[in-house]
């Protein structure tokens, strides 16, 4: 299974954008990364992913590096509600639709 | 549009007992993965069903056994329930053939073991 390397924590102010990083450097040609957040008393949420090229939706963008050994997470402003542990997760295409979490980085959203 | 649901929302078992807990998924949905949540850690795969069957396992030993209903709903089953099984069980339903790159989670069901 691939694994990926987060920081246990990170905070924020309200309103300015964060960056999650995450190190992935056994990454696979198959692998897609993907991020999910858990909020407190919740099941895990779906946010972004992508494979090779930068993502963007309405919660947040994914920035892959070129070697694809890692990635970051931008939230371009961060509300309370983002308070959350945000997880990033090589899924290898290969081996079907499963996830292998690592243990996340604790995001809190200073007010 | 009902998401994926599971029941019970908590449970308090002994060990030794066995336990039974259930998932309906995301309507549409036809594939469901069962995953085990200790604290302060992040979701462990157990094994996913599809079309009835056990598709993939993770790295669990057989008391954790599941199955697959028609309708797609699931079960999970424990059995000689050990206290090391005091965990968040969560239940996630995708579609094959469809967007299979989003997993829809449930809220869980937080199992202690006495």
């Known amino acids: 299974d691939a694994k990926t390397t987060q920081p246990n924590s990170m905070e924020s102010n309200e309103e300015e954008p964060v960056h999650l990083p995450c190190n992935h450097s056994?990454?696979?040609?198959?692998?897609?990364i993907h991020w999910y957040r858990q909020l407190p008393s919740q099941g895990p949420e779906y946010v972004i992913h992508g494979l090779t090229s930068n993502v963007n939706n309405r919660m947040a963008s994914l920035a892959i590096a070129e070697d694809r050994k890692s990635s970051t997470l931008i939230l371009h402003r961060a509300t309370l509600r983002d308070a959350a542990v945000y997880y990033c997760i090589l899924r290898d295409v290969r081996a079907g639709n499963q996830f292998y979490f690592g243990t996340g980085t604790s995001l809190t959203v200073i007010p | 549009d009902a998401g994926v649901t599971q029941s019970p929302t908590h449970l308090i078992k002994t060990r030794g007992q066995q336990v039974t807990l259930r998932c309906s998924p995301k309507?549409?949905?036809?594939?469901v993965s069962w995953y085990q949540q200790a604290l302060g850690q992040g979701p462990q795969f157990i094994f996913q069903y599809y079309e009835e069957e056990e598709r993939q396992r993770g790295n669990f030993p057989d008391r954790f056994s599941g199955h697959q209903f028609p309708n797609y709903s699931s079960e999970l089953n424990v059995n000689a329930l050990l206290l090391g099984d005091s965990a968040l069980y969560l239940c996630?339903?995708?579609?094959?053939?469809?967007?299979?790159?989003?997993?829809?989670f449930g809220p869980g069901t937080r199992l202690t073991v006495l």
């Open positions: 056994t990454i696979s040609g198959t692998d897609y």
């Open positions: 309507s549409g949905h036809d594939t």
């Open positions: 996630a339903s995708s579609l094959v053939g469809g967007n299979t790159d989003t997993q829809y």
